[in-house]
């Protein structure tokens, strides 16, 4: 099992830039979902799907970030247009039903300048 | 809502000193708890998880955790820190009434041992 995959590793882009993190979670988990990490805030629950589907968005900050899981085996978390304070490392992580441990990813860190 | 709160940003220990990293929950239903651990560059890893089995819950890496109600806490211990150990570790809680609700995780402790 290769566990939870996030891509890029790194990211550093100019604000206003549009930017695509990529996760693919592990085969079978049913429950995948998007952190931030930062200092001043710690790890903050940004948006989470079951079976594909969406079920909780109100961690996601402004209208400025958007996620998708098109399929099972895929999610993007998009922030268009990017600004210096979304710089923060982002986790994607699945779970099996019910309260399931999750298993983390190895984060995308953003740099936004 | 839950929520759980880690007394201590930053503990150091000595090498093979006790290890004890606090955490307090807030719950209004019996909760289900876990600690992660976060090496540098790296995701967090499950080292244990109570969900209403025994109160003593042993973990991985010679970690324990006990959940005590009273004092709605579940704090970490290792008997004799390793200079592996050095690494953040986060409390998290979620809501075993509501069945699988996204775990609440504190602001984190990191720990550092000493040589």
């Known amino acids: 099992d290769a566990g939870v995959i996030q891509s890029p590793r790194h990211e550093v882009t100019e604000m206003g830039q549009e930017v695509t993190l990529r996760c693919k979670p592990i085969?079978?988990?049913?429950?995948l979902f998007w952190y931030r990490q930062t200092m001043m805030r710690g790890l903050e629950l940004l948006i989470y799907?079951?079976?594909?589907?969406?079920?909780?968005d109100s961690g996601m900050p402004e209208d400025r970030f958007s996620a998708k899981m098109p399929n099972a085996s895929f999610s993007t978390l998009k922030i268009q247009p990017s600004e210096p304070r979304d710089s923060a490392v982002y986790f994607c992580?699945?779970?099996?039903?019910?309260?399931?441990?999750?298993?983390f990813g190895n984060g995308t860190r953003l740099t936004v300048t | 809502a839950q929520s759980v709160t880690q007394l201590g940003s930053h503990v150091s220990v000595s090498e093979g000193a006790l290890v004890l990293l606090r955490c307090n929950y807030s719950s209004s239903v019996p909760p289900y708890l876990f600690w992660y651990v976060q090496y540098p560059n790296q995701g967090l890893q499950l080292l244990l998880k109570y969900t209403s089995a025994a109160t003593l819950v042993k973990g991985i890496n010679g970690f324990e955790a006990e959940f005590k109600k009273s004092e709605t806490s579940f704090h970490l211990t290792k008997p004799s820190a390793h200079m592996s150990d050095a690494a953040e570790y986060f409390c998290a809680v979620s809501d075993q009434a509501s069945g699988n609700t996204p775990l609440v995780f504190g602001k984190g402790t990191r720990l550092s041992v000493i040589a």
């Open positions: 085969s079978g988990h049913d429950y």
């Open positions: 992580a699945s779970s099996l039903a019910d309260s399931s441990p999750l298993h």
């Open positions: 799907f079951n079976n594909n589907v969406p079920i909780d």
